[in-house]
């Protein structure tokens, strides 16, 4: 890879002389403010994809009234081309424990649980024996705050929080309506942090190193580095911790074979960047924002094809409760391959255009929402290749 | 009582007689009997005291909680893009082939039962499929096969 990219180990360092656990020590002597302002200064921005501002999370959490909150660690990677999350939690899953409980310590909750989707229900025994030796050392340490692993049965919308209550609520994994946000009502109605599995490590580190070296990572808008999951049409595919804030031409000169027409930012719910754009895209909060998804298609790729995969893969996760949502959809799908059969005029690409307009303003959750964010961007940029 | 009864019994006293403990209880099901039948569905109904259409609603909206009989071992093939892109109709073909079966199919020994999956979260290493619950990246089609025949002799 050329070295242009700057490549970083956060997530992923071992320290061995402090574990997670003596930084969970550590770190819980402090005023709970402190580590707020801290987490605030730094500028950390949830990592699933959406980029709250994590420090102002807690705060919300925090100031709630309740006997009872919960802290919630979202594992439910599911968004084509990701894959990081598993990885953090095969490698690391002591500085997720950590995270978790700073969290708790935080915002006053005692239970913490992992939601791990069904996919990687063969993490669960390393997973769980690693939680078993995490709980004993935090007892002992005196820490009040155990963790528990949820699983998922294979539905990507329960990735989408409040869907992701609902499941563990027992029910069906349809998203509720906002507000009340989770800050507020989110598990078993009460004040809850969900944050991503990324994110959690990123506050333990923080809570380790200090913000000031996170805050010297990225830029003013996207500060600090991201794990980036970089697949399709490349010799190198794999993780990467790279710092955000980076244009996209000089990632497909680390990492594309020569050939790449469009790289796929975010995930199918993300944006499709065509070549000619490579150079004023900035991957990072201010440009295209990213879960961490890199997908690399190269000019043997047909984007009809792409297209046509995502939209199959939505029609089948959207959740059906709806109608914008679960119909549209299959609208989307139906009418790009009517197009590309001649039974459509190419000028039916316009008025499904305007399908994801409405369904960027009526659907529930972000599911129906992002559709448009694939949609929009292969056919304002390879039209041609959708209609002939 | 039957097996089935006993078994329901058994995962909600484990996990406590509340609605939070549903998603448990049915994925305690599947892991043991591979599906959820009319009696398990309705066996959780009464233990959890919810109503059977309560029941059937949350089972029939997951993926991984069939309500219609499954093989032993259950092939689920990645179908998502980067899978797409790296092979994997060529691994379906080749396992629909071997098992005589098509996707959603189930062989007549009531060994396997053959499905696609919705990205498994392995895009750097495809075509990869989970066998139950265990993950088989980079796969080839002489791979995939030799996979299936490991589980074919009972061997995993």
Same mark, same amino acid.
């Given at each position: 890879?050329?070295?242009n990219l700057k490549k970083v180990d956060i997530i992923f360092e071992i320290d061995e002389k402090q574990s997670p656990l003596a930084i969970l020590e550590k770190t819980v002597k402090r005023p709970a403010d402190e580590i707020i302002l801290d987490l605030i200064d730094s500028g950390l921005k949830g990592r699933g994809g959406a980029g709250f501002p994590t420090g102002l999370k807690w705060k919300f959490t925090r100031n +709630?009234?309740?006997? #009872?909150?919960y802290v919630i660690c979202n594992a439910d990677e599911g968004e084509p081309g990701t894959f990081k999350d598993r990885e953090i939690i095969d490698r690391v899953p002591e500085k997720i424990f950590a995270g978790m409980a700073i969290c708790g310590f935080v915002i006053g909750a005692k239970e913490g649980y992992i939601y791990l989707r069904g996919e990687y229900n063969f993490l669960l025994k390393n997973l769980q024996k690693k939680l078993d030796e995490f709980n004993a050392g935090m007892k002992k340490a005196g820490i009040?705050?155990?963790?528990?692993?949820?699983?998922?049965?294979?539905?990507? #919308?329960?990735?989408e929080e409040s869907a992701l209550f609902e499941s563990m609520e027992g029910k069906r994994g349809e998203p509720r309506n906002k507000p009340p946000y989770p800050t507020v009502a989110g598990y078993n109605s009460k004040p809850t942090v969900i944050n991503n599995v990324e994110t959690l490590v990123y506050t333990t580190m923080i809570c380790h190193m200090g913000p000031e070296r996170f805050k010297a990572l990225g830029t003013k808008d996207s500060r600090g580095s991201k794990v980036f999951s970089v697949s399709g049409d490349t010799p190198i595919s794999g993780i990467y911790e790279l710092e955000l804030g980076m244009p996209l031409n000089e990632f497909v000169d680390g990492f594309g074979d020569g050939d790449t027409k469009a790289v796929? $930012?975010?995930?199918?719910?993300?944006?499709? $960047?065509? !070549?000619?754009?490579?150079?004023?895209t900035i991957i990072g909060f201010e440009g295209i924002p990213t879960g961490g998804s890199m997908m690399i298609f190269n000019s043997t790729r047909s984007m009809y094809n792409v297209l046509h995969d995502y939209l199959e893969f939505f029609t089948e996760e959207s959740c059906g409760q709806c109608t914008p949502c679960r119909v549209?959809?299959?609208? *989307? *799908?139906?009418?790009? +391959?009517? $197009?590309?059969?001649?039974?459509?005029?190419?000028?039916y690409l316009d008025d499904l255009k305007k399908l994801t307009a409405t369904m960027k303003i009526a659907a529930k959750c972000g599911l129906g929402q992002s559709v448009g964010n694939p949609f929009n961007s292969i056919i304002d940029n390879f039209r041609e290749e959708i209609i002939y | 009582?039957?097996?089935?009864? $006993? *078994?329901?019994?058994?995962l909600v006293e484990k996990n406590g007689k509340t609605r939070n403990s549903l998603m448990p209880v049915l994925q305690g099901i599947v892991h043991n009997e591979h599906f959820l039948s009319e009696e398990a569905l309705l066996c959780v109904a009464r233990e959890l005291d919810l109503s059977a259409a309560d029941v059937y609603g949350t089972a029939s909206f997951y993926t991984f909680l069939?309500? #219609?009989? !499954?093989?032993?071992n259950i092939v689920r093939v990645c179908k998502t893009i980067t899978c797409h892109m790296k092979g994997k109709d060529e691994i379906i073909k080749a396992l629909g082939n071997a098992l005589k079966i098509k996707v959603g199919e189930t062989t007549n020994d009531k060994k396997f039962t053959l499905l696609t999956a919705n990205c498994l979260g392995w895009c750097h290493k495809g075509p990869v499929m989970l066998v139950n619950d265990d993950i088989y990246p980079d796969l080839t089609t002489q791979k995939a096969l030799e996979i299936i025949e490991e589980y074919a002799k009972d061997v995993k």
């Open positions: 890879m050329e070295n +709630e009234d309740n006997e #009872v909150k009040e705050f155990t963790i528990y692993i949820k699983s998922g049965s294979g539905a990507y #919308v329960c990735g796929q $930012v975010g995930g199918a719910s993300g944006h499709c $960047v065509p !070549r000619k754009k490579f150079n004023d549209g959809c299959q609208q *989307l *799908l139906k009418g790009i +391959e009517a $197009v590309k059969r001649g039974e459509r005029p190419p000028a | 009582m039957s097996t089935t009864e $006993v *078994l329901v019994k058994e069939d309500t #219609v009989p !499954r093989g032993k």
